[in-house]
């Protein structure tokens, strides 16, 4: 009962493996979505289970849960999204949704993970099944094919990274369980080595986040790989970091004045390369993934603080991330045709064309730029003040210019929507699913950054 989440995820994927060795294809679609729902209900429903399986190296507790069911809600609306499948060839549209699910299952034995060698082979059955679905793409060309090989080397570099510096707490430790690096690793944090082996550790996790340096992929693999396909790339493996980058931090405890610093850099550098590249994209997947770049520096913030304040304020903030991510990356979906990258030029008068999808953006970008009453205001917020409880002035001031630095450019969506006329206005029909699934995004992203504090109580007992 403890694992039932993973369980039923596993199952969604062993389903979808069997419905691709038949000959009738088309059911997938249909069949993904109350699937995917149950998990969402059985991940919500497993919410306060608690215990350790396989020795205490595997550890089911708040803190998991509440990102197990995250992980299940994005996984449950990215499957939603797939409505308008015009982008994935059909012949292998099971697979696509069954390397999906084997996806988020990897993520969700991550956030459970307490032992070193239980992570890699959680990170690993989570990358695995991203490598084989980003050139699952219609009309065969070299840039998915690009983008999936560049996905491939960085994962196989930011690994084999992750492993040495594990290799180095195990070494310091004399154990892989975090419970026994836990009593180890404070005492050497103010020596080279201990921040070494650390940071090399977590590499793995920046390249999840795509925090600098570890961010050169994400452009060209948000750019080359479907829409749906970028998508899920964007926002749900971003939780399942997160949730890690928490749990490795926190064996630094109070000792890790030089690790806050490296952290503190790292974030600087990734929130101000993201926004000033960002601000010339034309293609707004790029553009979203220097987006994500940025964010990523502004997420350190919390985890930095290296407290209770800071880390609820991290799990606020990659929740919100996810629904503003796919609100913005939703109206890209219903906007591509035949599956086609959007740019900028295409939102021109769009709020003409569909109201409820420029709505969708502007209340997307809105969030993403950090403006109220939006949950990415409210995030941000909470943020900067956990960093600057805590005496980390500098990154805080640096977090406000990059804020006021990136409003440009997602303002600047916001205005090719709505200022500009289009010179062919023909209006784009949306289904009842596609409206409802509008209105949930809207809603999400209000409901957090209006009534913020039920939800960040329970990220602080979590943690």
């Not at 219903?334 to 939102?347: E, H, I, Q, R, Y």
């Not at 021109?348 to 403006?371: D, E, K, N, W």
Request: charged share 10%.
């Amino acid at each position: 009962m403890m694992i039932l989440p993973e369980l039923s995820t596993l199952i969604f994927s062993i389903v979808f493996l069997f419905l691709s060795l038949g000959k009738k294809k088309d059911s997938a679609a249909l069949l993904a979505k109350p699937l995917s729902i149950i998990i969402l209900g059985i991940s919500l429903t497993g919410i306060l289970a608690n215990g350790e399986l396989f020795s205490g190296a595997y550890r089911i507790d708040l803190f998991s849960q509440i990102f197990k069911a995250v992980i299940a809600y994005g996984f449950c609306l990215v499957i939603f999204m797939l409505d308008r499948q015009n982008e994935i060839e059909e012949a292998y549209f099971p697979e696509y949704i069954m390397f999906l699910g084997f996806s988020a299952l990897g993520l969700m034995m991550l956030v459970s993970s307490v032992e070193l060698i239980s992570i890699v082979i959680a990170l690993e059955v989570s990358s695995y099944s991203l490598y084989v679905i980003i050139p699952l793409r219609k009309g065969q060309t070299t840039v998915q094919i690009e983008a999936s090989v560049k996905y491939l080397f960085f994962g196989a570099i930011s690994t084999g990274i992750m492993l040495f510096g594990m290799s180095y707490i195990y070494g310091i430790a004399k154990s892989t369980f975090l419970s026994d690096i836990l009593k180890v690793l404070p005492g050497v944090m103010n020596q080279p080595i201990g921040v070494f082996a650390l940071i090399l550790t977590l590499t793995g996790f920046f390249f999840k986040l795509s925090l600098f340096p570890m961010h050169f992929w994400a452009p060209d693999i948000y750019e080359g790989a479907s829409n749906t396909t970028t998508t899920f790339i964007a926002t749900v493996p971003k939780i399942g970091a997160a949730a890690l980058l928490i749990r490795m931090t926190m064996l630094a405890s109070a000792s890790g004045a030089q690790l806050v610093n490296i952290l503190i850099v790292l974030a600087a550098v990734s929130m101000t390369l993201g926004n000033l590249v960002g601000l010339v994209q034309k293609d707004i997947k790029r553009l979203l993934a220097y987006s994500g770049i940025a964010h990523a520096g502004y997420l350190l913030m919390g985890v930095l603080a290296l407290s209770k304040d800071g880390y609820a304020a991290a799990i606020y903030y990659i929740t919100i991330y996810l629904f503003m991510n796919l609100a913005c990356f939703y109206v890209l979906v219903l906007l591509s045709k035949d599956g086609k990258n959007v740019v900028l030029d295409d939102l021109v008068g769009l709020s003409r064309r569909a109201p409820l999808l420029a709505f969708t953006l502007a209340v997307g970008a809105f969030s993403l730029a950090g403006i109220p009453p939006t949950g990415g205001f409210t995030g941000k917020l909470f943020l900067f003040m956990s960093a600057f409880r805590e005496g980390h002035l500098a990154i805080v001031i640096i977090g406000a210019v990059n804020t006021a630095i990136s409003i440009f450019y997602y303002l600047n969506l916001v205005r090719m929507s709505y200022s500009k006329e289009a010179e062919s206005a023909d209006p784009i029909q949306l289904t009842f699913n596609e409206k409802a699934l509008c209105y949930i995004f809207i809603f999400l992203v209000l409901y957090m950054g209006i009534v913020p504090f039920g939800l960040l109580d329970i990220f602080r007992l979590a943690v």
